[in-house]
T-cell receptor
């Protein structure tokens, strides 16, 4: 049973055309994360939500935005994708409690920019 | 301060051997140290994790050794199997900040 679901698994978008990736969770976790992972590299944190509180990483480009309309869903919006934004985008969740920060990852969305 | 340094970048081990991956951190506020396993085309999955109040944690063939004074921790895979071939990431988090910082990853290949 998938607990963190990302859609779509594969996304092809045109250079400069806005694209939205989605993530949903059935775990009722407080925290939802978006990571960018390029080939053979570690996942890089873009931002995360703790409930409705948005936390942006200092080096995340303005081109990347996020929305969390409710506990279950979180979206990653790329306003004007460039060729350098081609990557695997990973959504993850965690309880966020001090006693348990285990993160659960989705399968990822592989974004191709043409 | 926020970095987690991981080595080696790649590792080849014979079937049945011991695989050892090392990580080091700087930020003493980190209080949770997980290891993730990632297969190609999949998201990372939690393998095993440790908190700094213990020096070792073992789950089956997987053991984390933790040295708080040296700010280092390592993953040992005993009796390595071809199915263990994957990329392994160490990570660290500060539970009050809810952020998880990943090491650079180790691509492990187990030779039959």
């Amino acid at each position: 049973d998938a607990m963190v679901i990302q859609n779509p698994r594969y996304q092809v978008t045109q250079f400069g055309k806005p694209v939205t990736l989605s993530c949903s969770q059935t775990l009722n976790h407080n925290v939802m994360y978006w990571y960018q992972q390029k080939s053979s590299q570690a996942p890089k944190l873009l931002f995360h939500y703790y409930d409705k509180d948005f936390n942006n990483e200092a080096d995340t480009p303005d081109n990347f935005q996020s929305r969390r309309p409710n506990t279950s869903f979180c979206f990653l919006d790329i306003r004007s994708p460039g060729l350098g934004d081609a990557a695997m985008y990973l959504c993850a969740t965690s309880r966020g409690a001090a006693s348990n920060t285990e993160a659960f990852f989705g399968q990822g969305t592989r974004l191709t920019v043409v | 301060q926020q970095q987690v340094k991981q080595s080696p970048q790649s590792l080849i081990v014979q079937k049945g051997g011991i695989s050892i991956i090392n990580c080091a951190y700087e930020n003493t506020a980190f209080d949770y140290f997980p290891w993730y396993q990632q297969f190609p085309g999949k998201g990372p999955a939690l393998l095993i994790a440790i908190r700094p109040d213990v020096s070792e944690k073992k789950e089956g063939r997987f053991t984390i050794s933790f040295n708080k004074s040296a700010k280092q921790f390592s993953l040992h895979i005993m009796d390595s199997q071809p199915g263990d071939s994957a990329t392994y990431f160490c990570a660290a988090s500060n539970s009050s900040a809810s952020k998880i910082i990943f090491g650079s990853g180790t691509r492990l290949s187990i030779r039959p």
